[in-house]
Structures are given as C-alpha cells and as structure tokens.
C-alpha cells in the first residue's frame, strides 16, 4: 500500500531542494555580475591612477623648475596616500631634497615656496608614519614642518601640523598638550576662515571631554562643528 506521508514528505523536500538549488543559482549569477562591476571599476580607476601619476611624473622632470618639481611631488604625494601608503615617504624625501638643494640661494619668492613644499612633505611623512602606528617616529616630522610654517608664515599649514600633533599626544595620554595644541589650530582656523578645518578641530575637541566625561563641553564643540558642517554642506563631515 502506498504510504502517503512518505510521498508527501518526498515531495516536499524535493520543492524545498529545487527552491535551494534556484537560490543558489540567482546568488552565483550575482556574484559574477558583481565580480564583473568590481572588475571593471578597478580597471577604470588603476587607468585614472596611472594617467595622474604620468602626468605628475612629467612635472618632476629635470627640465622644470625646481618649484614645479618640488610642488609636482606634494601633489604626487598627495595622491599616493589615497592609492599606495609605502611609496609616500620616498616621494617626500625627493621633495626635501630638492627644497634643501635650492632654497637658499633663491630669491624670496621661489625660496617660500620650496619651504612651503617641504614643510608639506615633512607633514605628510608624519602622517604616514602615524598611519604605521610610529607616532613617536611621527613627532620630530611634524615639528620640523611646523617650525618651517611658522618661518614663512602659512597659518593654514600651522594649524595642520598642530592637529596632527594634538591626536599624537591625545594618543599618547598627554590630554591637556592635546586641548591646548586643538585650541590654538581653532583660532588660527577661525581666523582666516577655514570653516571645514575648524569643524575638524572642534570634533576632535569634542571627543576629548567627551572620553573625559565631561559631556556639557563635548555637546558644545559637537554642536558647533556640526552647525559648520551644515553651513558649508559637509555631508561626510556630517556623518562623523
């Protein structure tokens, strides 16, 4: 005699192995679809980088101006962080010396200008290393920048140097060097208008007391960076 339950049991699972084996079927069919995107996105974007990177090269040529060059480098820098961190500190090294091997001897104008770069290339070694977990590797970097910053005057590249050093020694526990350095990139950033980098500065501000528990001074430089942000339309910035 035909047991029933048995057939309905083998129907059911024979339903239930078909419904599996088309789900697995429509994920495989997926994953190739975002395997051949992915694919096809890196192609574009390594195209994009080396067609940056070529045309940052041609500026470093020994046929430029050793401002072009030097500045050549910063922005090759620049990009390199974003795309391939251990090749960065290098790039910086040759923007130093080329700065040291002609700034002395230049005239004003272009001899700023070099400080300028290798100031921004001592900064961005500094990062990198910060990045690597070598904060204190990191400090003698961002001084130097530092010094050269407030030699020729950027107020915008003090300011850099200072945050970084702030986070190094929040980093390190040493919170009221942190407050201190945070508060004097601020003002110098509310003084010629760098809305976005003050919102940075009253953010990491707000993290300090808030870790401190101090939580009425964490809400206040919470809600003044946030009230920035929304005015410049910061919307990365906004999510932070």
């Known amino acids: 005699m035909l047991n029933r339950n048995k057939v309905?049991?083998?129907?059911?699972?024979?339903?239930?192995?078909?419904?599996m084996y088309n789900f697995l079927i429509s994920c495989f069919r997926l994953w190739i679809v975002l395997a051949a995107?992915?694919?096809?996105?890196?192609?574009?974007?390594?195209a994009q980088d080396s067609g940056a990177i070529d045309s940052l090269n041609q500026l470093t040529g020994s046929d430029q101006h050793d401002t072009i060059r030097a500045k050549a480098y910063v922005d090759l820098s620049e990009y390199l962080s974003e795309v391939s961190l251990d090749t960065v500190i290098p790039v910086c090294l040759k923007c130093v010396e080329i700065a040291d091997g002609d700034s002395a001897n230049a005239n004003p104008k272009v001899r700023r200008s070099l400080l300028w770069s290798k100031a921004f290339c001592l900064n961005n070694i500094g990062v990198v290393l910060q990045h690597k977990g070598k904060f204190v590797e990191a400090i003698p970097y961002h001084e130097r920048s530092l010094r050269i910053m407030e030699a020729i005057r950027d107020t915008e590249g003090i300011a850099l140097n200072l945050n970084n050093l702030a986070y190094i020694s929040n980093t390190h526990g040493d919170v009221p060097l942190a407050i201190k350095s945070y508060g004097r990139?601020?003002?110098?950033?509310?003084?010629?208008?760098?809305?976005?980098?003050?919102?940075?500065?009253l953010n990491s501000l707000g993290f300090i007391f808030f870790y401190q528990s101090d939580f009425d001074k964490a809400l206040d430089y919470f809600s003044r960076a946030l009230k920035i942000r929304l005015e410049i339309g910061d919307s990365t910035g906004i999510a932070t």
Do not use: P
Request: glycine share 8%.
């Open 185 to 201: 990139a601020l003002q110098m950033q509310e003084g010629i208008g760098d809305q976005r980098g003050a919102a940075r500065s």
């Open 37 to 46: 995107i992915i694919v096809l996105l890196a192609t574009h974007v390594s």
């Open 8 to 19: 309905r049991s083998s129907y059911v699972e024979d339903k239930l192995a078909k419904t």
